[in-house]
């Protein structure tokens, strides 16, 4: 069997070679420190890092029509618009993740997803924050009012599904977020085709299994 990887070595926790932290920026968005930190060589480095970063998701929103929503906004750091998913940081009032989704999608774009389903996340920044990014499938869709935020300057257009992959590989979407939530919802759907042993085309997304009720 090919392997993609070699096997890890024996794990070695960090979790007790901090020595101390200082730090370096305290901004109403972010707070920002250095660690000191002793590998096991006994080399001691220094690492900032993005502290108390919170959790936030992603949504792969698709349509009755076989569509994916995707939403595109300006950028200031790369001076561009840039294609996206909807999605935003946890709230205290959400009590699951899939009430995080569907709070997204209500407030940007003004869209109740009547099933929801996270399936998967990913670590979208591991050298410089501890923060989780989730992704969910939203289904069966109904259309309100956006209540976005006033810094959201946020539009959005419905792309077929099986245009993702031929978009991808001639490099109009960029957004790395973006990429590896279409990868999990691929390794995702592909597992359950085939587990359920059907044959049918990859664009078709698979059922949602949360109804409602997290809210």
Same mark, same amino acid.
């Given at each position: 069997?090919?392997?993609?990887?070699?096997?890890?070595?024996?794990?070695?926790?960090?979790?007790?070679?901090?020595?101390?932290?200082?730090?370096?920026?305290?901004?109403?968005?972010?707070?920002?420190?250095?660690?000191?930190?002793?590998?096991?060589?006994?080399?001691?480095?220094?690492?900032?890092?993005?502290?108390?970063?919170?959790?936030?998701?992603?949504?792969?929103?698709?349509?009755?029509?076989?569509?994916?929503?995707?939403?595109?906004? @300006?950028?200031?750091?790369?001076? =561009?618009? /840039? %294609?996206?998913?909807?999605?935003? *940081? !946890?709230?205290?009032?959400?009590?699951?993740?899939?009430?995080?989704?569907?709070?997204?999608?209500?407030?940007?774009?003004?869209?109740?997803?009547?099933?929801?389903?996270?399936?998967?996340?990913?670590?979208?920044?591991?050298?410089?924050?501890?923060?989780?990014?989730?992704?969910?499938?939203?289904?069966?869709?109904?259309?309100?009012?956006?209540?976005?935020?006033?810094?959201?300057?946020?539009? @959005?257009?419905?792309?077929?599904? =099986?245009? /993702? %992959?031929?978009?991808?590989?001639? *490099? !109009?979407?960029?957004?790395?977020?973006?990429?590896?939530?279409?990868?999990?919802?691929?390794?995702?759907?592909?597992?359950?085709?085939?587990?359920?042993?059907?044959?049918?085309?990859?664009?078709?997304?698979?059922?949602?299994?949360?109804?409602?009720?997290?809210?």
């Amino acid at each position: 069997a090919s392997v993609l990887c070699p096997p890890r070595p024996g794990a070695v926790s960090y979790t007790h070679l901090d020595v101390y932290k200082r730090q370096l920026l305290e901004h109403p968005w972010c707070r920002l420190v250095e660690d000191t930190v002793r590998l096991p060589s006994g080399k001691m480095i220094q690492w900032w890092r993005f502290a108390d970063a919170s959790d936030f998701v992603t949504v792969l929103c698709i349509n009755d029509r076989q569509q994916l929503l995707i939403a595109y906004q @300006y950028n200031h750091p790369p001076r =561009a618009i /840039i %294609d996206e998913l909807p999605g935003g *940081g !946890r709230e205290p009032t959400d009590r699951t993740i899939e009430a995080t989704a569907r709070r997204e999608l209500r407030e940007e774009i003004g869209i109740v997803a009547h099933t929801m389903r996270q399936i998967g996340w990913f670590w979208p920044n591991n050298r410089r924050a501890a923060s989780k990014c989730y992704v969910c499938l939203a289904t069966g869709l109904e259309y309100r009012t956006p209540t976005p935020e006033a810094n959201e300057i946020i539009f @959005y257009h419905w792309v077929d599904i =099986a245009l /993702i %992959d031929q978009s991808i590989r001639e *490099g !109009r979407l960029q957004n790395g977020q973006m990429l590896a939530a279409w990868s999990i919802y691929r390794a995702v759907h592909h597992t359950e085709r085939h587990l359920a042993g059907r044959s049918q085309d990859t664009s078709t997304p698979y059922g949602a299994s949360d109804t409602g009720g997290d809210e």
